[in-house]
């Protein structure tokens, strides 16, 4: 079975064809081809919706036949199209679902509207083979949550952010540092050159009862410090930087391990911890999962970076699991900007099945 998926959400131009192994051992990316429009929106510091939403158009077409011919396929060679109809930036959202839904309709192919984070979310069993149910840390530049994920469509939000998403406090840290956008991987490689005990910053939310996030006092207290040096030497950057991601490293382990107890709480043992969404691509923050992992017997999922941030390839691998379940959306299925992940379930509006 091959599916072809689209992600327009953001700021990632992504198409992608995956075809499904026997045996439900994961999948084979046949192609998956991204154009990041970061180049475009450095200059604004931050995602500007309205750029965003045209250059997925002036590239979408491009990138659908570029990863039909990688995968050595046609539009009739694939067995359904998936699309990111959520949650993210309406205009984008349009574009990707709607070149979706024409080619299903030209092509005669079944039609399936994937919720972005569920992608996230799904994305360690397109890597290797990993039964339900399991734990998934989502970290993005939008979202901050910690879902059990019991089956394709049946999600369970256990907590998630109270304020800013993860990767939104990496990006509003490096600007005031004066990094440029996006921050993440910036923060990442000073940090590595950075003292990360100089700066005691906070770690909000620790050893709360919960698995609910806060990161925006982290943040605030970053600020205050940069205020009080006044003028941050090179050293004093790095050092900022490696006590901010210190602190997030910890926030991160200490609500995963919290999440872990309400999961086995409610009855279940998780099969291992998924990581997903682009801060997922920290090092430091991997290392960590590794070790808790490791410390409490739970396997760890971490998919490469490439497929943490966004891609095709996720949002065609649900698509292929919601296809192989039967379940396909109607063309006027509708863009969905804010679209929760556990609202999924037993929803009236999203599948057939
Ligand atoms: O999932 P993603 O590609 O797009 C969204 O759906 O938001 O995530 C982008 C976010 C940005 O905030 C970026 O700064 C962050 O992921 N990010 C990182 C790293 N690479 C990307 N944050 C920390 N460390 C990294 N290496
Ligand atoms: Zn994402």
Redesign the pocket.
């Known amino acids: 079975m091959r599916v072809l998926g689209i992600e327009t ?4 131009t992504a198409v992608a064809v995956v075809a499904s192994r026997i045996g439900g051992d994961g999948g084979d990316i046949l192609s998956n081809e991204v154009m990041s429009q970061i180049a475009q929106h450095a200059a604004y510091g931050g995602v500007v919706p309205e750029i965003a939403a045209r250059a997925h158009i002036d590239v979408l077409e491009r990138l659908i036949v570029r990863a039909l011919d990688t995968a050595g396929t046609d539009i009739a060679g694939v067995d359904a199209i998936a699309a990111s109809a959520g949650p ?1 930036l309406i205009g984008g959202i349009l574009v990707g679902l709607t070149a979706a839904k024409a080619l299903a309709l030209a092509a005669d192919k079944p039609f399936i509207a994937v919720n ?1 984070l569920e992608a ?1 979310a799904l994305t360690g069993r397109l890597t290797e083979r990993l039964d339900f149910p399991y734990l998934a840390l989502l ?5 901050t949550q910690l879902v059990a994920v019991l089956g394709v469509g049946d999600y369970k939000r256990l907590g998630s952010t109270v304020d800013d ?4 406090a ?2 509003k840290v ?1 600007k005031m540092l004066g990094l440029p ?5 910036h ?2 490689r000073l940090a590595e050159e950075g003292d990360p005990a100089r700066f005691d910053f906070p770690r909000p939310m620790f050893g709360r009862e919960g698995a609910d996030f806060s990161l925006s006092g982290l943040k605030t207290a970053v600020r205050q410090e940069i205020a009080r040096i006044g003028t941050p030497t090179e050293r004093d950057v790095a050092d900022l930087a490696a006590s901010f ?1 210190a602190a997030i490293v910890d926030v991160l382990v200490d609500r995963v391990r919290s999440g872990l107890r309400i999961f086995t709480q409610n009855g279940g043992q998780p099969n291992g911890l998924v990581i ?10 991997r290392r960590a999962l590794t070790r808790l992992c490791a410390e409490t017997g739970l396997r760890f999922v971490s998919p490469p ?1 490439g497929l ?3 891609n095709g390839a996720v949002v065609a691998w649900a698509g292929l699991e919601r296809f192989a379940r039967g379940m396909t959306d109607d063309l006027t299925f509708a863009a969905r900007p804010r679209w929760p992940l556990d609202a999924n379930a037993g929803s009236l509006h999203h599948g057939k099945a």
């Open positions: 959400t953001c700021d990632e993210g972005h996230h970290v993005s530049g939008g979202h998403a993860a990767g939104e990496f990006d490096a956008y996006p921050g993440g991987p923060i990442e991601q997903g969404g682009g801060v997922g691509a920290n090092g430091a923050i970076p943490c941030s966004d």
